[in-house]
């Protein structure tokens, strides 16, 4: 932070994406108030950072994932061109990076999918061989398991330019409900998908405000007040499945936690790409609120290394390729019948057969 006689000033830096900017926005004013809360006349100026898959248009598994968007980011945090930076948190690497922190994780929107299709039809009710856009391998998986004979069409860009595509060439577009909430979009969603049936992306949802360890001590206490620890203990689950899975940017993996009282309560899926094969485990922790923060968050880091462990065991690579950097592109003789969505079950019994 940089004094000067009217108070306090703060560099946030963001992609300069509508997304990005909103949602930083959100969390520059917010930061505000938290100041004014303190007495302190707090000011955030937004730093516009351009990242490489800001400006490389190639398909988003061949640039690296989506860690992408957040190196340039972490750079400039480093470099100290910003004093926080703003992450979807989906888009950060799993792994913790040295002199970096995650100071906040605030109150999660909702991180389902939705379905805009280009006349309102949820997803039973697209034609057959409807076109559908999406830049996710695991959004295609799970589309293709309930629709085998939708044609998954691979898009990127931003939030408006895919939703411009309904008035192109395609029949629908899979994106996230948090990002077209924040869009003042949620007008466009056809259907929210089913978090059982697509299961979000690790993290889907919640966005990250990152600092340097060593930021100014007020600062750190500012953010401190923006975080939401129920987001925090789920991300940290999630995340630290990934993380022990050694999941690639392309492996069509989905994970979700949730708090149900004080029991914390992780769900993941994996499918081959062509929808045709899946498993859907699930673990639950108690966690008892006389702990201290960072002994829950210890225990979310563990269920989720446990459940990537269920996992493995229970065949999930042989399902598909975890470490995938790179999207395969099934065919269409390859897509599965109807009947492959996954069923639902609990505990750790493999829910995804080939048939």
Do not use: W, Y
């Amino acid at each position: 932070m940089i004094h000067d006689e009217t108070g306090m000033r703060l560099r946030l830096g963001t992609r300069g994406s509508a997304l990005a900017l909103a949602q930083s926005g959100m969390i520059a004013r917010r930061v505000e108030e938290a100041g004014r809360a303190r007495g302190l006349a707090l000011e955030v100026e937004l730093v516009r950072i351009t990242t490489k898959g800001d400006v490389d248009r190639s398909p988003l598994s061949a640039l690296g994932g989506t860690g992408v968007f957040v190196a340039r980011l972490r750079e400039a945090l480093a470099k100290g061109e910003c004093g926080l930076a703003v992450h979807s948190c989906k888009d950060l690497p799993s792994g913790e990076v040295e002199g970096l922190t995650l100071a906040a994780l605030p109150a999660r929107e909702d991180p389902r999918d939705a379905l805009c299709s280009h006349t309102g039809a949820t997803l039973a009710a697209l034609p057959e061989g409807a076109r559908v856009g999406t830049g996710s391998p695991r959004r295609s998986a799970a589309i293709l398991a309930a629709r085998p004979d939708l044609e998954l069409v691979d898009i990127r860009g931003n939030v408006p330019t895919r939703l411009a595509r309904l008035d192109e060439d395609l029949d629908a577009v899979v994106l996230a409900v948090a990002g077209l909430k924040r869009l003042g979009l949620a007008d466009r969603i056809s259907q929210i998908l089913d978090a059982r049936e697509v299961v979000p992306a690790p993290a889907q949802g919640a966005l990250a405000i990152e600092t340097r360890s060593d930021a100014d001590p007020l600062l750190l206490d500012l953010l401190a007040a923006l975080d939401d620890p129920a987001t925090r203990l789920a991300v940290t689950a999630e995340r630290a499945l990934m993380n022990a899975l050694g999941a690639g940017c392309a492996a069509p993996v989905g994970a979700l936690a949730r708090m149900e009282g004080e029991r914390l309560i992780l769900e993941s899926s994996v499918r081959s790409a062509d929808g045709r094969r899946g498993l859907r485990l699930e673990e639950a922790i108690s966690l008892s609120p006389s702990d201290s923060l960072s002994s829950r968050i210890s225990a979310a880091r563990g269920l989720g290394a446990r459940l990537a462990r269920a996992l493995i065991d229970a065949g999930a690579a042989g399902i598909t390729d975890l470490h995938a950097s790179k999207a395969p592109h099934p065919s269409p003789q390859a897509r599965p019948d109807p009947s492959t969505a996954l069923s639902d079950a609990p505990g750790k019994t493999p829910l995804g057969t080939d048939r």
